[in-house]
């Protein structure tokens, strides 16, 4: 069974669920539950560390690894 154990916003509109199930982390698109999309990339991408339970879930690092907007955090060049 899933459980929701974070919900991300980010500045540019984007949206990050974080979810655990057995221990195992997954982290999806906070808006339609599927594979979020990475703006470096220019399309969908799987997080890495999906289904492990040492994933490093935190807004700066799902935030980072996709590109996203992250205002008033120093990372979006606002510091």
Avoid: Q
């Amino acid at each position: 069974m899933n459980k929701k154990i974070a919900h991300y916003w980010y500045s540019d509109g984007y949206e990050i669920t974080i979810y655990a199930n057995d221990r195992r982390i997954f982290v999806v698109d906070g808006k339609d539950g599927g594979t979020p999309f990475s703006k470096h990339l220019g399309h969908s991408e799987e997080y890495p560390d999906n289904g492990t339970e040492l994933a490093d879930y935190s807004y700066e690092t799902i935030g980072l690894f996709y590109d996203y907007e992250m205002r008033e955090t120093g990372w979006s060049g606002d510091c």
